[in-house]
């Protein structure tokens, strides 16, 4: 999935997926056009972190993924 449809689905911005992935919470693969892939499990991960944030987690509380 791209990082439009994952926030759709996530509720997520865009900034906010990109801010987790260069946080290395997240590791999608790079498609040749440049574009990162996203995984069903890469969703499910966002869906957690959206929880823990709305329980007022630091990302340093998220090493647990």
Do not use: C, W
Request: proline residues 3%; glycine residues 4%.
């Amino acid at each position: 999935m791209l990082v439009h449809e994952v926030s759709k689905i996530t509720g997520l911005t865009k900034k906010a997926i990109e801010y987790y992935t260069q946080k290395g919470l997240l590791t999608p693969p790079i498609l040749e056009n440049g574009y990162r892939n996203f995984s069903s499990d890469d969703v499910e991960k966002l869906n957690k972190i959206s929880v823990l944030r709305k329980l007022d987690a630091t990302i340093q509380e998220f090493t647990i993924f």
